[in-house]
C-alpha cells in the first residue's frame, strides 16, 4: 500500500487552516488531481458545548486537567490514523487541517503534563511532505475568531500557542506563510508549497 502525499496546515486557532484547506483540496481537484480534505481535531467545541450544557466552563473545567488533555490527545489520534488510512486506501492527496504537532503546541500552552508521552505516541504518524504554518499575530487571529461567532479565544492564549509553535524543534522544517494576508495572497502562497509536495506523488492523476 503506497505511503500517501499529506500536506499539512497548521497554526493558532483563527490563523484560516480550515478554510485554506477546504479551498487547497478543491483547487487541487480542479488541476486534476485526486486531493481530499481531512480535518484532525480534538474535539474541544464538542467538549466545550457539554460543559456549558452541564453548567461548567469549558472541557478542560468539566473533565480536569489530568483526564482532558487524554480525551482531547485521544480523540485526536483517532482522527489522524483515520487520515492515514483513507488516504492510504483511496490514494488521495490529504490535505491536513491540523497534524501532530498541533496538540503538542495546544498542551505546551495549557502546561499540562505529558507532552513527551504524546509525542512518542503520535511518533507512529507519517510526517506530512509539505507543512505549511499559516505565521499569524494574536491580534488579528482573535479577531477572527470573535467574527466567526462560534467560540471564544483569549489574547494571552492565542501568543502562547503561537511561542509554542515556533518553539517545536521541527519548526525550522516548515514552510511559514503570511497568515495576516489577504484569502487570495494566502491560497496563491499556499498553492506554490503543496505543488512541491503533490508532484512528489505517483499515481495522483485522474484519468481523463
Known amino acids: 500500500m503506497a505511503r500517501p502525499v499529506m500536506i499539512a496546515l497548521i497554526g493558532v486557532d483563527g490563523s484560516g487552516k480550515t478554510t485554506q484547506a477546504k479551498a487547497l483540496a ?6 486534476g488531481v485526486r486531493a481530499r480534505y481531512f480535518e484532525n481535531a480534538g474535539g474541544r467545541p464538542l467538549w466545550n458545548r457539554l460543559a456549558r450544557a452541564l453548567g461548567r466552563a469549558d472541557g478542560v473545567a468539566l473533565f480536569g486537567r489530568t483526564v482532558y488533555p487524554v480525551l482531547e490527545a485521544t480523540v485526536r489520534a483517532a482522527a489522524m490514523a483515520r487520515t492515514v488510512a483513507v488516504a492510504r486506501l ?5 490535505v491536513l487541517d491540523r497534524w501532530t504537532w498541533c496538540q503538542d503546541v495546544i498542551m505546551a500552552a495549557r502546561g499540562d ?3 513527551r508521552v504524546v509525542r512518542a505516541a503520535y511518533a507512529v504518524f507519517p510526517r506530512p511532505a509539505v507543512v505549511c504554518f499559516l505565521a499569524t499575530s494574536p491580534d488579528v487571529a482573535k479577531r477572527r475568531v470573535t467574527a466567526r461567532g462560534i467560540d471564544t479565544e483569549e489574547l494571552a492564549h492565542l501568543c502562547a500557542l503561537d511561542a509554542a509553535y515556533r518553539a517545536l524543534p521541527e519548526f525550522g522544517s516548515f514552510v511559514v506563510l503570511d497568515g495576516d494576508a489577504t484569502r487570495d495572497e494566502v491560497a496563491t502562497a499556499l498553492d506554490a508549497a503543496a505543488w512541491r509536495g503533490v508532484k512528489k506523488g505517483p499515481f495522483l492523476y485522474r484519468r481523463r
Open 90 to 94: 483511496t490514494g488521495r492527496v490529504a
Open 26 to 31: 478543491e483547487r487541487l481537484r480542479r488541476r
Open 113 to 115: 503534563r505529558g507532552r
